[in-house]
């Protein structure tokens, strides 16, 4: 038996993470999303008002 | 502005911070008591017969979606503006008739959230700010105005809903004002988020009005009237957050949101700091669940003004108290849950009164902030009812439906422009 933890964060992670699974090596999914993509202008305007 | 390009941006953004707690704080310290139920010509300040509010941003009778043109056209009838669907279409595209958003008017309400002046609405006072907010009476769910629904009996509903059960309740609730944000605080521990359960706080309203309204005309027929309708509260905690976030709103330099509301072909918001400007995206289709015989391609895009409850950290940001709610809308206790979550992490602060016993106790998210929403992507999301596309058939299920972003990006630009960012 394996214990350990799994980032899914890759297209077909899910699959891979099912495989394991069946493998009886004790995985735990954690959520993961991927980085919001901001238009250039909005970007600029919350950089702005980081402090 | 006069100033603001003299300020430096971590002025501005000093100035945000306590602009967002100056707004947040007035959520908090507001009051929302029902002192009365009235014709909407009486109380709504600029009321008038040729005005009909509807739910959502500023939309043309032309461009309205098939349920809120029914919806329009069952209100003339209504007023005996005209005899039939037909001569109601001609009347309300002859120009004759002005369309305005529910919210201009301090006023929230449910679907089409269709008024007209006879109408009558309940009234709730915020008296910390000397301000009133109103809606119209809930119909009950189905075949109904509100849903596109029309049909002799809901006119006939209707009308009895203007001639005995409104009076009634005027003169229950005037022996005996009721005060909603403590009904809302109290359901809000027995499973009720305020968009889409209104299990609890129906009752307990039923339980406050119960003495009075049995001294009335409506008498045993009104108190029935009540029980029979689980959203009966609908109606209520709408006006009840317009009276409570209204005040917050028109506050130089913050982000907090106002409004949040659809009409069916666009999703509009709008931000404190911006005040009476519309922000508005695509209002989806929201994805749940079916009644029986219905299915994704009967349902219509999300409409109604209900997303005034998410304003004030209510709704999906309540959806943690609320487990039962996400089986009806198709979703898990994990996304219940998440959507709360998600809340805190575009909330300005949490409700001192809107208290989540599974969370020990926390408030719920308050203070939408368009910086946050930016930030993360995370949009406000409401447990919704989802009406049919065809005119007449009323609700057909229930989902959860989202803000579109495209709005918050706008507003932020115009944020950017109007304070010298």
């Not at chain 2, 109601?88 to 959230?113: T, V, W």
């Not at chain 2, 022996?175 to 809302?184: C, E, G």
């Amino acid at each position: 038996m394996i214990e350990g933890k799994l980032k899914v964060f890759t297209v077909g992670a899910e699959w891979f993470y099912q495989e394991m699974n069946k493998q009886d090596i004790r995985l735990y999914k954690i959520d993961w999303a991927p980085p919001v993509e901001l238009p250039k202008d909005i970007s600029d305007i919350l950089k702005a008002l980081r402090k | 502005m006069t100033n603001s390009k003299e300020k430096t941006n971590s002025d501005i953004s000093d100035e945000i911070e306590s602009a967002n707690e100056e707004a947040v704080n007035r959520v908090n310290k507001g009051k929302a008591v029902l002192v009365d139920f009235a014709p909407a010509k009486k109380v709504i300040p600029g009321m008038k017969d040729d005005l009909i509010l509807h739910a959502g941003p500023p939309i043309e009778y032309k461009d309205m979606i098939p349920a809120m043109k029914v919806a329009v056209q069952g209100v003339l009838i209504l007023e005996n503006r005209a005899k039939n669907l037909e001569e109601a279409d001609k009347l309300a595209s002859s120009g004759e008739i002005e369309f305005r958003p529910n919210h201009e008017f301090s006023s929230a309400a449910p679907m089409g959230g269709v008024t007209s002046a006879s109408m009558y609405v309940a009234v709730v006072e915020n008296e910390s700010f000397d301000n009133k907010a109103y809606c119209n009476l809930h119909e009950g769910r189905g075949k109904i105005l509100r849903f596109g629904g029309y049909s002799d009996e809901i006119i006939e509903r209707l009308r009895w809903m203007n001639d005995i059960l409104g009076p009634s309740l005027s003169k229950a609730v005037k022996r005996k004002p009721i005060d909603l944000k403590v009904i809302t605080s109290k359901a809000l521990a027995m499973g009720d988020e305020f968009h889409q359960r209104f299990i609890a706080s129906s009752l307990l309203f039923l339980k406050e009005i119960l003495d009075p309204l049995l001294d009335t005309e409506a008498g045993a027929e009104g108190v029935d009237f009540i029980a029979e309708r689980e959203q009966f509260f609908l109606n209520l905690a709408m006006p009840a957050a317009k009276a409570l976030i209204d005040p917050a709103d028109g506050i130089d330099y913050s982000t907090v949101v106002t409004r949040l509301t659809r009409n069916g072909v666009g999703y509009g918001i709008g931000v404190s700091g911006l005040k009476g400007e519309w922000f508005v995206g695509p209002a989806e289709i929201p994805k749940g669940l079916y009644f029986p015989g219905y299915s994704e391609e009967d349902a219509e895009h999300d409409f109604g003004d209900s997303a005034i409850t998410e304003t004030i950290g209510l709704g999906g940001y309540a959806s943690a108290a609320a487990p039962a709610v996400t089986r009806f809308v198709g979703g898990t206790v994990k996304d219940a849950n998440q959507m709360t979550m998600d809340g805190y992490k575009v909330s300005v602060s949490e409700s001192r009164d809107f208290l989540i016993p599974n969370l020990n106790f926390r408030g719920t998210p308050l203070g939408i902030d368009i910086i946050k929403v930016n930030q993360t992507g995370l949009v406000p999301k409401s447990n919704t009812g989802i009406g049919g596309k065809v005119p007449g058939v009323g609700q057909v299920g229930a989902g959860i439906s989202r803000a579109p972003i495209e709005a918050f990006r706008d507003a932020l630009r115009a944020y950017a422009k109007k304070y010298g960012i």
